[in-house]
């Protein structure tokens, strides 16, 4: 059963920081691209970060460019979302996700193959 565990969500004050963290379970890691979207109430999904491994390659949305970090540690099947600078606009529920790769991650509508149960980010004013 493939399984995406999001955690590290919270609330935090405009300029903060805030790091998530998603375990992968029930695929080969190494050869799904993991990334992250974002959905907010009464918003369409975002695309937000991905890393693929097999292709060495990290992406961002034009929005968290410069201020989101994506990492991921293969031997424990975990990807990190660090999180800078966290704006009032950056509030919404932050989804893990895999697929075959980020194309179909980092865009304007995600469609990944899996996703998870989403992490709540709120960053207030």
């Known amino acids: 059963e493939v399984q995406l565990v999001e955690s590290g969500g919270g609330l935090v004050q405009a300029g903060g920081s805030l790091r998530l963290s998603c375990v992968a379970s029930?695929?080969?890691?190494?050869?799904?691209?993991i990334g992250w979207f974002r959905q907010a109430p009464g918003k369409e999904r975002e695309g937000v970060s991905c890393i693929s491994y097999r292709a060495g390659n990290t992406y961002y949305a034009d929005s968290v460019k410069g201020r989101f970090t994506i990492s991921s540690d293969n031997a424990k099947n975990t990807v990190y979302l660090k999180m800078n600078s966290l704006k009032p606009e950056d509030t919404s529920v932050y989804y893990c996700?895999?697929?075959?790769?980020?194309?179909?991650?980092?865009?304007?509508?995600?469609?990944?193959?899996?996703w998870g149960q989403g992490a709540q980010v709120t960053v207030s004013s």
């Open positions: 996700a895999a697929a075959p790769g980020c194309h179909t991650i980092v865009v304007r509508t995600p469609r990944p193959s899996y």
């Open positions: 029930g695929f080969t890691f190494d050869d799904y691209a």
